[in-house]
């Protein structure tokens, strides 16, 4: 299972930059654990999806199935002192740094053992130890954010990156602009990656962008393509922008990649572009069923995969279950970290009481 | 005949856009997609694309360009998927649309409205829960609407479609598919209300409760229930937060000697507050106990639906409140 | 001895950056040029690029980056040239910065300082004088500081860089150069003041008077002008507009009964009507009169000198207003 | 007098653009016409400046000196029905779409004679009739503003265009690339201008810009750079930029200029950049001696150049004398033109009364 693989993914495309060789190792015990962690995120949002038209999720709901292949490449080529920031499209940035489909599932649910213990809510989730920092709700806001996380790392002279992850619909944001200048400015070692998934909602992507090859659209800051369907070809990329990163500087990375879903779950996802469209995604592009050939086209174990199927549908459904079973939040929680520093600090009530709020993240009390 | 609110102001921009060849709307979503809450459904296909234009995700952009076009003459309807959104491009909303009449010595004038849902919807947590009626009603330069119902919805919209000066109309995402009793009157094509003109909801001697928005139903609701404990409550629906109908708010209290103000937004500065000081700067003989405000709870908006109906008014609260007051 | 508002601010940033190497500076103009009003004069020379850093005129992007760097751990002190200015930025304040430790749970804190000179200065017209104290204290997960005096300025600011939350801190561009009385103690290193209390400027028995910023030392002329008329004003310097001092505003028109606030911004849910409603909610039956309040005109800011005036408080305004309060 | 002069302007330079010709062609009469213009720009903000250090002005105070090629440039190569919009640098925008110079200084003295009635002061000067649309206090607002003036031009279906100036500063901002984006989106005849003076208040271009060649930084908007201290290359490049942008929508020009002043009256200028800098502006490239050079080669008569200072010194003198003559502006102006349509608004005084504010443009009551 150690045995070397070479594989060719799609050339990568490149602006003011040099792209890196096509050609890229693996082994059937990486191609398994990318497998493994797509598909998990593959089936915890399928329970997501049927949840909601349960009725058991609420508000916004943002499914990531059909992008698995560049969180899955991007946390390979990362470690957990890198930092990382998304949009709402957050659910299986919680599982990559270190999170259970249990939190996510109980997140969604509003309970007390979710991700955010039920006060985020799905677009916001996050994991400060494993430097991750959300889960934005507001379209752009991330970037800056993404650019001030790798500020820190090079004023605490750190050798980490920033990535911040945002949508082909985002990527027209005056913001976004402002941070590449600035982080050129400085210095500071941010991958910028947009996920083009070739919609911001219902708009097509030649309807928003003018210049729709992201990658070329941060003027100096230089900028790669790659396929966004092939964890190999992320994985590679973002290697080599981290490396960048961290001599030169800012570097934009555009993967080109696919939401199976609507934009979320008000949207049937179908008005906008056609059945035909999503299936030819399905069929020819999937990331899972791409790495799944891999595998087996390199010897690995078809039984063995059905194992990790069956275990990984197992892992969902009780995560499913435990979630359901967890109780929700207790009324006293409405008042907790607001502040971290809350003296001298009462919040009024709705009925024109006042609280004293506390400081507790460990809800302890 | 029933009314949506979502159809009151479907109609009411359908109605306007036909009318005035100045009238044009964008936002995210408005054309293609028929609105990401449906409120423009059909209008791209009647109109074309050339005065119901997509938007990239570009508010401080497209906000600019709406209110550069208002300079020059036109009459846009800028529509934010939702009053969040808004704050990226609130400078173009306060510096450019609220004070250019005036710095201009009255030059330019900018007839504009920029409408979406505002406040709290469902589930949708602190960064898209947000009420915006006190910042914007702050400020002198704008005019701010709330309907309440479907009525409220299309004759608040026309009229400020057809004011010259730039108004902000907050709408209510819950209330846009529900369903309210509309009159001919209602229906007809120049049926506008004025702004700054709330509404006498209901009459009472007792108690007089204020509100807006979806606020407003529930305090009908209320005073129906009380009404039934002996407590009349008049129910006042502010409609226009900017201008402040100051002397039917007072004229009430005149009578009630009582009064409260109900809204989901945050407590400190809001309109609440305003209203408070409104009633006692002008009434404050004729009060029998201090006016009371039941406000959204000061947090951010938790997501989980049990911690998130404590974070806002209810029924319940504002009966245990106007009771108290009642007696006092 | 004396110090000015300037240096009080200076010192308070040189000694913090000292103190605490996770301390930055960042902003328009902050460095080379040595601040657009020299508030951070002489700290680019003493800790270096890397601590102070001039950015671009992108309001909404440094802004963020400042935020998302707070969020890592690093307590940024962002300058906004004026407030005015930060209405580029301040979905990032408002979304971002207050929202996220309630968002995450409590994970996440941002312990960052907003500063700059808000509201009116002399002649700078509409789009440069904007009181942005409202609109801030309306939304939690902010604290909101206003110094007055060259100890308001050193011990609040020490205060708010040295807390882990989100301060909006509001400084006035007339007050940066003015002298006042400092003692040892505020000169020390270690003095800070506390985010949340109010200060009692001067002892009163027959009027409460409530401002902060700038007008605290109109309400303080005014309270020894109409002593000599003998009626004793006691004077409350806010400090901190969020969280409120309530106890220490309520506590003294329990003695007074009679209360008026001042303040420079617009009226309609400004600082002003939420301080009358605290007092109505708080002390309804020990008040002789209404509470009053004295603003801002509800108008965009005029140009020119003799418009200027009109449109702000003036001792005389205040003078006037509490005597005839005083009599009441 | 109108026999043709040939010259050849300083070549463009361009980007995603074929650049016009820099042989053009002017008149005696031409050039008398800008150098008259220019002149009384100069003088303007010459006494501008002598009257802020003379405390008749107050606030801020941003003059234009050094800049004149560039405006002076615009409005050869456009109508009174092109829409312009500015930033805070703006008293000579008032003067060239038909203001008088006494407006000005009444403007910036606080009179009721005033370019608008003492209520805007020196950053808030328009002409709607002229189409002259300010005046902005905030960097880079006036570039979605001045894209959606082009918007209302083209949803007319009018032949006209709009420009909108802003600084090297201002083009860093988010909302150019928005609007940029827009515009090129849906075909907005808008010229973007660039007035490069190669600082942003303090701070040097390359400071604050990672890519200080602005033309270049419209990605997909075609770019033009040109000598902005000759007004023939700017009235050139403008001309062709117009015909551009009503076929084919929008395009940038950056215009190479020099402030000579400082940022505004508190700056001195001089902390920054060095004496010899400035100095060699003045004496190499400064605008007015150029064409002043242009006509005394060609043969225009130095007497009557004497003489059209003169008369331009006056009329300033003139100007300045009235303007202090003038009345300041009555008090219940105050309470004018906030709303355009006033029913049912109070307005709240400092004391707490209400005014009932009225629409009244021509200031009649
Ligand atoms: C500032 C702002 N405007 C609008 C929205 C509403 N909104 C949420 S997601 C979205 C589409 C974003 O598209 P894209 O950036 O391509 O990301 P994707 O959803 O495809 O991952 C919109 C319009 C928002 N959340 N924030
Ligand atoms: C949004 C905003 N931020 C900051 C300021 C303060 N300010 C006014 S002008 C200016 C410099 C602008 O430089 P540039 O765009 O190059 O224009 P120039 O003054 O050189 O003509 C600054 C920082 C402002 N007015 N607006
Ligand atoms: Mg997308
Ligand atoms: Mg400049």
Redesign the interface.
Known sequence: ASDKILIEVQPFSAHKIEAPSNKVETTLSELRAHYLFMYRMRRMEIAADMMYKAKL????CHLYDGQEAVLTGIEAALTKQD?I?TSYRDHCHHISRGGTIEEVMA?LF??STGA?????????M???KANF?????????Q???????????K?RKEPNV?ITMYGD??A???????????A???NIPIIFVCENNHY????AEW?????SSFY??G???PGLKADGMDVLAVKQVVSYAKKYALEHGPIILELDTYRYHGHSMSDPGS??RSRDEINAMRTERDPIERVKKLLLANGFDAAELKKMDKEVKKEVDDAVEKAKAAP??P?H?????????P??????????GYNTPD?????KN | SEMTVRDALNSALDEELARDDKVYILGEEVGEYQGAYKITRGLLQKYGADRVKDTPITEAGFCGIAVGSAFAGLKPVCEFMTFNFAMQGIDQIINSAAKTLYMSAGQISCPIVFRGPNGAAAGVAAQHSQCFAAWYSHCPGLKVLAPYDAEDARGLLKAAIRDPDPVVFLENEILYGQSFPVTPEVLDKDFTLPIGKAKLMRKGKDLTLVAFSKMVGYCLTVAEKLSKEGIEIEVINLRSIKPLDRETIVNSVRKTHRAMFVEEGWPQCGVGSEIVTVIQEHAFDELDAPVVRVTGAEIPMPYAANLEIQALPQIDDIITAARKLAKK
């Not at chain 1, 970037?143 to 790392?153: K, N, Q, S, T, V």
């Not at chain 1, 929680?333 to 520093?341: D, E, I, S």
Request: hydrophobic content about 35%.
């Open positions: 999720i609420r508000g916004f930092s920031v997140e509003g309970r955010t213990k039920g006060l985020g809510g799905s677009m916001h996050y994991n400060r920092y959300g889960g934005n709700g507001i379209v752009g806001a970037i800056p954010l993404g650019a001030g996380l790798a500020f820190a790392h004023y920033a619909g985002a027209n944001q005056g913001q976004k602009y402002e941070a590449l200048n600035m050129a400015l400085w911001g909602m219902g708009t309807r928003h962008a003018k210049n070329t659209r003027d100096f800051v008005t906008y929700i939040p009324d929680w409405l008042w907790k970290n607001v502040y971290a520093a003296a001298n600090t009462e919040l009024r009530k709705v009925d024109g400081y507790d993240p460990e809800y």
